[in-house]
């Protein structure tokens, strides 16, 4: 029996989000897999600091920065990899937002921003990296960042909690779609990961026991975690899993 190994050797990752806590970390885990990695982001200064490092830890690494709720951006941003790097094997999707708000209090624009980032963007650089490794005979990875508000309700997050919700169904009509061509299309669904974005959350002693009582585990989860199962689904050790979203929360969305 060959030894299960996970390996990206020579692939080529596009990670949008990658200025981000668990975008950054998914790229760092992608590239000591072997991966050939593409960043982006709309932060230019910070892709540029992740790819230096890399390309110090003998990590090739490449970046742009790209409106992917434009028009035309997700083609864009595909486009630049496809030219820089050759292909597309790998895409994640970890670009999003979460404004936290009442929902008597969400407004039109914030509304619009979440559902952009996080379902639009999301479908659109999917369909633009969908149809190259189509048009180059077929197969690839496609992750898409989810979240257990998918699955469960969380207060002052009904725009996040509708994106992911259909994030997850995104998920499963895409690798039902493209299963023909041998595109498998995953999803990871973390509980609250530990960032300095939660860490001013948590500054509410209230909120944070609710969240803490409401993961079996009893802690939030760390990036490098998340990145982890990020990896496993990109490996060859998941070719056979497609329409699948892995919850990475601690057994929050088990009770």
Known sequence: MKRAEITLNNKVALITGAAGG???????????????????DL?????????????????????????????????ALVNAVVSAMGRIDIVVNSAGINRPQKAEEVSEKNWDDIININLRAMFFVS?????????RGGGGKII??????GSVALPLRAAYCSSKGAVNQLTKTLALEWAKHRIVVNAVAPTFVE???????????????????????????????VANAALFLASDLADMITGHVLAVDGGWTIQ
Do not use: C
């Open 144 to 149: 898409n960042l989810s979240s257990q508000a």
């Open 195 to 225: 960032t300095p974005f939660t860490e001013q959350m948590f500054k509410d002693e209230e909120f944070k026991k609710y969240v803490l009582a409401s993961i079996p585990l009893g802690r939030m989860v760390t990036s490098e975690e």
């Open 127 to 135: 369909q633009a990296a969908g149809k190259h490794m189509i048009e």
């Open 22 to 40: 668990l975008g950054g970390a998914i790229a760092w885990a992608f590239g000591a897999a072997g991966a050939r990695v593409f960043l982006h």
């Open 43 to 75: 932060f230019e200064d910070k892709l540029q600091d992740v790819a230096s490092a890399m390309e110090k830890e003998g990590i090739e690494a490449k970046y742009k920065t790209q409106d992917i709720t434009a028009l035309g951006g997700p083609q």
